[in-house]
């Protein structure tokens, strides 16, 4: 399950419903999946989106997303911190970012212009859909492991549109653990 945290107000949840409400507040949208069998995980891209071929079609009914993939990343992933260097950084797209987390675990940090930077610790079972236009950034934990199912608006997939601002030099870029202090920079 998520946590979330709001480091300008010292703020943690960890109830589901309670983190639903919270992000929806902020445009966010958050739910948690059981998975449909056990292995599904592991188990190659297609058997895993015929898996959760039901959410699947749901979404891209409400969101109006055309494909859905699955991606896997780990610490032997060639090219892999160029990779994260992409997504690191504050950026939006022009089209929703959706994620459902099937193995590993990875930290949003959320810039809405309707509250506080949350961060957002999603793990296996977690889905997220960031709105376009919505500023963010992403990075990996410890573990540096994660594999999901993607869908997307577009088949070309989405840009990121970096803003600059370095808003997110201000966060520590790890997921919640011994070395997290909310609101430190990571250059002090």
Avoid at 171 to 185: A, L, Q
Wanted: proline share 6%; charged share 25%.
């Amino acid at each position: 399950m998520a946590t979330v945290r709001v480091p300008g107000e010292n703020r943690v949840l960890n109830d589901t419903k309670e983190i639903g409400s919270f992000l929806a507040e902020i445009g966010i949208t958050y739910e948690r999946w059981e998975t449909p069998s056990p292995g599904a995980e592991e188990a190659p891209a297609e058997e895993i989106l015929d898996a959760y071929g039901d959410h699947i079609n749901r979404l891209k009914a409400e969101g109006g997303y055309v494909t859905a993939d699955v991606i896997d990343v780990s610490p032997m992933t060639p090219g892999l911190d160029a990779m994260l260097a992409r997504f690191n950084i504050e950026h939006w797209h022009d089209e929703d970012e959706v994620r459902y987390i099937l193995a590993g675990r990875g930290l949003f940090h959320i810039h809405s212009a309707r509250g506080p930077v949350v961060a957002i610790e999603v793990e296996a079972g977690d889905l997220i859909r960031v709105p376009r236009g919505i500023r963010h950034w992403f990075d990996l934990c410890g573990e540096r492991r994660i594999r999901a199912i993607r869908l997307f608006q577009d088949k070309g997939g989405w840009t990121p549109h970096y803003t600059q601002a370095g808003v997110e030099r201000a966060y520590e870029p790890v997921c919640f653990g011994p070395r997290y202090i909310p609101g430190r920079s990571t250059t002090e």
